[in-house]
């Protein structure tokens, strides 16, 4: 008798937790189609806080260009006062890495003509 009040707990508990679930499902469908909005309002308005921060984003890329240009310096003219002898490949690839990010910045500029 103590297993079949078990087994009918447990059964009223499964049906319970798959009510709640079937009822929270149907509620979180219900309230996105209430509130759905024109597709094209959603992509135009992406487009426009995507245009909005660009120009913060390239701004964002040269601040970083000239940090790391910054950095690139000092540990060049650490390793050309050392006398060691891979600083001319040291100071290229940071010269490098500064031109990169300063050419995609005004590339991505140029391409999406923003």
Request: with cysteine; charged share 15%.
């Amino acid at each position: 008798m103590d297993n079949s009040i078990k087994q009918a707990k447990k059964q009223a508990f499964l049906k319970t937790l798959m009510f709640c679930c079937a009822w929270l499902t149907f509620n979180y469908i219900f309230s996105l189609s209430c509130f759905a909005q024109d597709g094209n309002a959603g992509i135009q308005e992406a487009t426009n806080k995507v245009k909005g921060y660009f120009d913060t984003g390239c701004d964002l890329m040269y601040a970083i260009g000239s940090v790391v240009g910054i950095i690139g310096a000092i540990k060049v003219f650490n390793k050309w006062n050392a006398g060691e002898p891979d600083t001319n490949k040291v100071a290229a690839a940071w010269f490098g890495s500064c031109i990169f990010l300063v050419v995609v910045a005004t590339v991505l500029k140029s391409f999406f003509g923003i």
